[in-house]
């Protein structure tokens, strides 16, 4: 298991085509994908459970990631989501 802190940078937070954005990316991989925001633990592949977990611009979140492709898993994630996620 690994995991690793990133301040969402996109202006009106994870919506629901940044939501998708990062859910496309995350199901590339085999590994369980998950993210906590404050109080909320959303399934990364999931976009409801995504758009569920309200990240706005400005929050923190973690993402952990488990499984045989973990390492990569959480270096695209990060990068995707420090990269603005297409915005």
């Known amino acids: ?3 690793r802190k990133v301040t ?6 994870l919506h629901l ?5 990062l859910c496309k ?3 590339q991989f085999k590994s369980l ?13 999931s976009v409801l459970s995504v758009l569920g977990a309200c990240v706005k611009c400005g929050d923190e ?13 959480l270096n695209a994630l990060v990068e995707a989501v420090e990269n603005g996620l297409g915005e």
């Open 61 to 73: 979140v973690e993402f952990v990631c488990e499984g045989i492709d973990e390492e990569e898993a």
């Open 25 to 27: 990316e995350a199901m």
């Open 17 to 21: 085509r940044p939501a998708g954005i």
């Open 33 to 45: 994908i998950t993210f906590t925001c404050r109080e909320n633990t959303a399934n990364a592949k």
């Open 8 to 13: 969402v940078k996109n202006p009106t937070g």
């Open 1 to 3: 298991m690994v995991s």
